[in-house]
């Protein structure tokens, strides 16, 4: 039956941001970029724990299919999807050491 009135179920807000666990070697002081770019404490990302909290969406490109990868081996299309790549750079045992296209979780 339907009364004219609006719905008072709000639905949840959809998830915002993103979540990247630091490797477990990693101490302060680190260097973090995405795409190539220095990401800077407090601006970009924030630190809960051992983890990375950017409030932007960054993606991976994920897996390509069996259509997508046969058309850019034809050469007809390339792949165009966002692809988002974080890396931490760190000291280990004093050398200077790249984490490189660190898992992406949905914040």
Excluded at 26 to 37: A, D, H, L, S, T
Excluded at 40 to 55: K, N, P, W, Y
Excluded at 68 to 93: E, H, P
Aim: with cysteine; proline share 7%.
């Amino acid at each position: 039956m339907r009364t004219g009135c609006h719905s008072m179920n709000v639905p949840e807000p959809a998830s915002r941001g993103t979540r990247v666990r630091l490797p477990p070697d990693v101490v302060r002081p680190f260097e973090i970029y995405v795409n190539g770019v220095p990401q800077h404490e407090g601006r970009d990302f924030r630190i809960e724990g051992r983890t990375l909290v950017f409030e932007r969406v960054l993606k991976g490109e994920g897996k390509l299919g069996f259509w997508r990868w046969l058309s850019m081996w034809i050469g007809v299309a390339g792949t165009y999807r966002q692809n988002d790549s974080v890396d931490v750079v760190y000291q280990r045992n004093g050398k200077r050491v790249v984490a490189s296209k660190l898992p992406l979780e949905p914040a």
